[in-house]
Structures are given as C-alpha cells and as structure tokens.
C-alpha cells in the first residue's frame, strides 16, 4: 500500500513531458494506492478554472482513500507537539495529520 503526497500529483499534473507519470507508475506497479481527504482537499484547492475542478474532482472521485479514526487527531496533535517541543515548526497541521 501506497499513500501518495500532494507534492508528488502536483509534479505529475504539472510535467508536461510524462517523465514524472511514468516514474510514479513505475513506483506504484500493481501497488494499491491510497490518498487522504486532505490530499484531495489540497488538490482541488489549487484547481485554475472550472473546467480542471470538475476534471479533478472527477478523477478523485474515483479514488480510493484512507479515512482518519478518533486516535488519529490526537497522534497528530502529538507529532507536533513534539516537533515543537524540539523547536522544529511544522508547516501545516495537515502535513502532521498525514504523516
């Protein structure tokens, strides 16, 4: 099982030569694939137009996702807090939660 960051799908819709497509099936070869709702959230948030929002939201819409349980937000809370307690600030929230 794979989870797949949103940087990573970034690169792959951005790459206009499919060089970063091919990697990413090369990696993923028969693997099952996984993404969180934060990662569809971050995907569709950074939608251009109408038209690549509903492409996109299509397209996640079929995939498969990995939901959060309650013990889920306090571990996350917990890795930050941590990183914090250790002077490392973490970006987002988000990025505790998928990790």
Known sequence: MLLIDTSVWISVFRDS???V??????????REVLLTRFT???????SKNYQEWTLLSTYLATQDYIELTSNSWEAAARIYYD???QGLTVRSPIDCCIA
């Open 17 to 19: 030569s499919g060089q």
């Open 21 to 30: 497509r091919q990697q990413l099936e090369t990696l993923i070869s028969n």
């Open 40 to 46: 569809q959230l971050e995907l569709l948030q950074g």
């Open 83 to 85: 990183l914090r307690r």
